[in-house]
């Protein structure tokens, strides 16, 4: 079975929720660097399944989407949707 781009979102959405829940953080100035852990590994990963310049590609596509579309300043946090 393929798993569409929709249901990648959905499921990485569920995990992230369920990743910073298991790490019982005490405020949310971890957030970030709990969440840069997860960026890490999961690039890596990347790179060992497919090459670092497609891994660095993809992040780097990712870090410009954010640098684009996302707050400058720091977004009232609530549940994950």
């Known amino acids: 079975m393929k798993i569409t781009q929709q249901?990648?979102?959905e499921f990485a959405k569920k995990?992230?929720?369920?990743y910073l829940t298991a790490?019982?953080?005490q405020d949310a100035?971890?957030?970030g660097d709990v969440l840069m852990k997860l960026c890490s590994?999961?690039?890596v990963m990347m790179a060992n399944a497919e090459g670092s310049e497609q891994a660095f590609d993809r992040l780097l596509g990712t870090a410009q989407f954010?640098?684009?579309?996302?707050p400058k300043?720091?977004?009232h946090l609530?549940?994950?949707?």
């Open 78 to 81: 609530g549940p994950i949707q």
């Open 7 to 9: 249901q990648a979102e």
């Open 41 to 43: 590994v999961a690039g």
């Open 23 to 25: 790490c019982n953080l």
């Open 15 to 18: 995990v992230v929720g369920d």
């Open 29 to 31: 100035s971890q957030i």
């Open 66 to 70: 954010v640098l684009k579309s996302m």
């Open 73 to 75: 300043q720091p977004a």
